[in-house]
């Protein structure tokens, strides 16, 4: 079956404590992307990547990392989380070139910081 | 930068009620899609329907329609014969049509939560 796999589905953590979001895809996407959904403000872009080894900022990239060593693999990295990145995560991949294409999302990773 | 703007936070329709959902975008750019997503309590995001900004007609998927009125930038979902699994919290996104993250990336709305009456 065609899906993107967010691991954790659900994490609680205390502020400084580094933790990893873990996305992984079986579609042979090449662009992978992250975002965060808080109320009323829907969901932004925090990382991007076109390709292996491509990375890029979304419009919300401050305390976060990614990589992109394998095509499928695109893990979202807090390296001292802080409470105000309390928020429901989104793991997303599409072909590059499809734009009239949906983006297919994971199943979010709701992420608690104390 | 587009924008993309959900003026109702939230909404009610009766079950087999018609109801919709106002989203208008700005963008100076002439090539563009459209989306809306369902939200569920399961939180999974369910595309529901899209249009091409180049297609005059507009889209349609089973008891799903929208208003596309480029010109105004305005792209309204209708939901006729409301169900109450169509309660969720639903968002309105735009992607460009450029060959770069703006390509694929999308911008979404704050978001309408929809509530059915039985």
């Known amino acids: 079956e065609a899906q993107v796999t967010q691991n954790p589905r659900y994490l609680i953590t205390v502020t400084g404590k580094k933790l990893t979001v873990t996305c992984s895809q079986n579609?042979?996407?090449?662009?992978m992307s992250w975002y965060r959904q808080d109320p009323g403000l829907g969901l932004r872009q925090i990382y991007y990547?076109?390709?292996?080894?491509?990375?890029d900022k979304g419009d919300v990239p401050e305390g976060y990392k990614v990589s992109r060593k394998e095509k499928r693999n695109f893990p979202l990295i807090l390296e001292s989380p802080s409470p105000n990145q309390t928020s429901l995560y989104f793991c997303?991949?599409?072909?590059?070139?499809?734009?009239?294409?949906?983006?297919?999302f994971g199943n979010g990773t709701r992420l608690t910081v104390t | 930068a587009q924008t993309v703007t959900q003026s109702q936070p939230e909404m009610s329709v009766q079950e087999a009620e018609t109801v919709t959902l106002s989203c208008t975008y700005d963008?100076?750019?002439?090539?563009?899609?459209l989306f809306w997503y369902k939200q569920p309590p399961s939180r999974q995001m369910i595309l529901v329907i899209r249009?091409?900004?180049?297609?005059?007609q507009n889209a349609t998927e089973n008891r799903f329609s929208v208003n596309f009125q480029k010109a105004a930038k305005s792209f309204s979902l209708k939901i006729s014969d409301s169900q109450l699994g169509d309660a969720a919290m639903y968002f309105c996104?735009?992607?460009?049509?450029?060959?770069?993250?703006?390509?694929?990336?999308?911008?979404f709305g704050g978001g309408t939560r929809l509530m059915v009456k039985p």
């Open positions: 963008t100076s750019e002439s090539d563009y899609y």
């Open positions: 997303a991949s599409s072909p590059r070139t499809a734009y009239n294409s949906p983006l297919h």
């Open positions: 990547s076109m390709n292996v080894e491509v990375t």
């Open positions: 579609m042979n996407h090449e662009y």
């Open positions: 249009q091409e900004a180049y297609k005059q």
């Open positions: 996104a735009y992607r460009s049509a450029m060959n770069n993250n703006a390509g694929n990336m999308l911008t």
